[in-house]
């Protein structure tokens, strides 16, 4: 069985962490650690923009020694950029072992909204599973049901599922069978 690591970037409950792990393991074949946190790498931080750069973050964590492990999941609660967008959810190699999440725009606060625990917890588990779709070599998909959907808003990611489309479930089978 394949192994996902879950690496806290920052202050995050452990029990949250959790969860998510939990989550992911519903749906993907995998045994699941969280590790104990790290801080972000500092010179990912762009002071203009106050935001983090997703993919130098990406860099980063694939510099880790992290030994045979197939797969590695960063959560955050940093905002992230990436170079053409202004903002990212989340961003992963594809197909590759490292995926990246933010916690920042999937809480309804950040909206100002109330909190609502559940309400992040299943955007995270969405968010989650598109990242780590997309290094296990699945591109966006169409279905607007479907996880791997590009979420351009926070609206999209409420919308959509939070599994594969049979399109995709067919197409994750093939490349990692």
Do not use: W
Not at 98 to 126: M, W
Not at 150 to 169: H, L, M
């Amino acid at each position: 069985m394949e192994t996902l690591y879950i690496l806290p970037l920052g202050d995050i409950d452990k029990d949250s962490l959790r969860r998510l792990g939990s989550g992911i393991k519903d749906i993907l074949p995998l045994s699941i650690r969280v590790l104990d946190k790290t801080d972000l790498p500092a010179h990912t931080y762009n002071k203009a923009r106050q935001q983090y750069n997703s993919s130098q973050i990406i860099r980063e964590m694939s510099l880790y020694d992290f030994g045979s492990v197939n797969k590695v999941l960063g959560v955050s609660v940093a905002d992230l950029y990436s170079t053409d967008l202004s903002f990212v959810f989340g961003e992963a190699e594809a197909p590759g072992r490292t995926a990246l999440i933010s916690l920042k725009r999937l809480d309804p606060q950040f909206y100002k909204q109330e909190t609502d625990n559940k309400v992040l917890e299943v955007r995270t588990l969405k968010e989650a599973m598109h990242e780590l779709g997309h290094t296990y070599s699945l591109s966006h998909c169409p279905d607007k049901g479907c996880v791997m959907y590009y979420a351009q808003s926070i609206e999209d990611v409420d919308n959509k599922g939070d599994i594969f489309c049979p399109r995709c479930q067919k197409l994750y089978e093939m490349y990692n069978s």
